[in-house]
């Protein structure tokens, strides 16, 4: 058995409910929080304002941002039964792909790569899939000022993107998929319940 802390990322597109997830599953695995940062990206709102213009200066923001909470991972509390993040540094390269010009990508994919080995790889990954309905009602019911012209399409593509990278995911990280589109864990602790048992089984730390 790996005597290391458990780590488990929850992934998946905006609005899909993962820091609802993290906030209840961290009760339940006592772990040691990792929360991606969103708000403090001042290209974000100018991004969503005009994509092609400022997608390469807010990715790169999001890359270095998350490389450097990911590197503190490496510093192992012994006494922390286990590591959760809403997020994984996978992520940054699903957007950059969706977003980014080709020439900005391959400049992009370099940078990514050197990373990329460096950082802890997540014991298991839990990734959430929604329709598409929800996911947008979800995203207004939060109101975050830069999300209330949030496009259908482009969260749509996110999707898709996310389900590609899954599909032919071969990391050494276990996938747990779960569509949280009825899924109640806002009210109802039995989800949760089921979600964390299904992490303990996936690391073997039963």
């Known amino acids: 058995m790996n005597q290391r802390p458990l780590y488990v990322a929850v992934e998946g597109p905006i609005g899909v409910g993962k820091s609802t997830l993290v906030a209840k599953l961290a009760q339940r695995l006592k772990a040691r929080l990792v929360m991606e940062v969103v708000e ?37 509390d012994l006494f922390t039964p286990g590591i959760l993040a809403d997020y994984h540094l996978l992520k940054d390269r699903i957007f950059a792909q969706l ?27 839990v990734y959430l899939n929604a329709r598409l309905d929800v996911i947008m009602q979800r995203i207004a019911r939060r109101d975050r000022p830069f999300e209330r012209d949030m496009d259908p399409d482009y969260i749509s593509r996110l999707g898709q993107a996310y389900k590609h990278y899954f599909a032919h995911h071969r990391g050494p990280s276990k996938v747990l998929e779960l569509d949280t589109t009825e899924i109640d864990y806002v009210t109802s602790d039995e989800p949760i ?9 996936l690391s073997e730390r039963t």
Do not use: C, G
């Open 40 to 76: 403090e990206n001042p290209f974000l709102p100018l991004f969503y304002e005009d994509p092609r213009a400022y997608a390469f200066q807010t990715q790169i923001f999001f890359l270095m941002s998350r490389f450097s909470q990911q590197q503190d991972l490496l510093q192992e």
């Open 99 to 125: 977003t980014l010009q080709d020439h900005e990508l391959a400049l992009y994919e370099k940078v990514y790569q050197a990373l990329e080995t460096t950082i802890l790889q997540p014991d298991v990954i």
């Open 193 to 201: 319940e089921w979600v964390y048992n299904q992490i303990l089984e």
